[in-house]
């Protein structure tokens, strides 16, 4: 046969000049999945987000946590709403912490267990001088149902995922408990 063509004997690749068996076919396949692997390991490993800007988070954090402290506030307010009023709160503060959680996470943490010295503290509410009424609180939760929302569908993964059950979880909030 001429070497500018190719053909098959005996379970035997001819490409050109050279030989090539079954087992080296199967040995180049193996190489390139674990080169694959290895590729995907590697962006595994590779930073989530920019940390010299300012994390998208940040503000969602902070519209939580005041969301809990108007929600603890309208209390005083709507007393017979009491108990929705309470589990808003509730589940704000822990919307606040798994955000924060996740902020620190993205930012790192040093081998010793120290933070970066570019972390942003978390925002500590000031309670409201006048308690807001449940409509108030009810556009505040809608904001913070859209804001969550409309930045879940430009980022992927876990974060995506977080910020969009914290939107059903406002919405669950307006819809249901203060409705």
Do not use: W
């Not at 490409?15 to 180049?28: G, K, N, P, Q």
């Not at 954090?61 to 209390?75: C, F, M």
């Not at 307010?77 to 924060?100: M, Y």
């Amino acid at each position: 046969m001429p070497s500018s063509q190719s053909g098959r004997e005996a379970g035997v690749v001819i490409l050109t000049d050279r030989t090539v068996d079954r087992r080296a076919i199967f040995r180049l396949a193996g190489g390139g999945v674990l080169a694959i692997a290895a590729l995907g390991s590697v962006s595994a490993c590779a930073p989530d987000a920019d940390t010299s800007a300012p994390d998208p988070l940040l503000p969602l954090e902070e519209s939580a946590r005041v969301d809990a402290a108007a929600a603890t506030a309208a209390i005083a307010a709507a007393p017979d709403k009491a108990g929705a009023l309470g589990l808003i709160a509730t589940q704000r503060t822990a919307h606040a912490d798994a955000l924060r959680t996740e902020i620190d996470r993205v930012i790192g943490v040093y081998g010793d267990g120290t933070l970066p010295g570019k972390r942003v503290p978390p925002v500590i509410p000031v309670a409201p001088t006048t308690p807001p009424t449940v409509a108030e609180l009810r556009t505040r939760l809608t904001n913070a149902q859209r804001a969550t929302g409309d930045l879940s569908a430009t980022l992927t993964g876990y974060r995506a995922g977080m910020l969009a059950s914290i939107s059903a979880a406002c919405a669950t909030h307006t819809g249901v408990l203060l409705a």
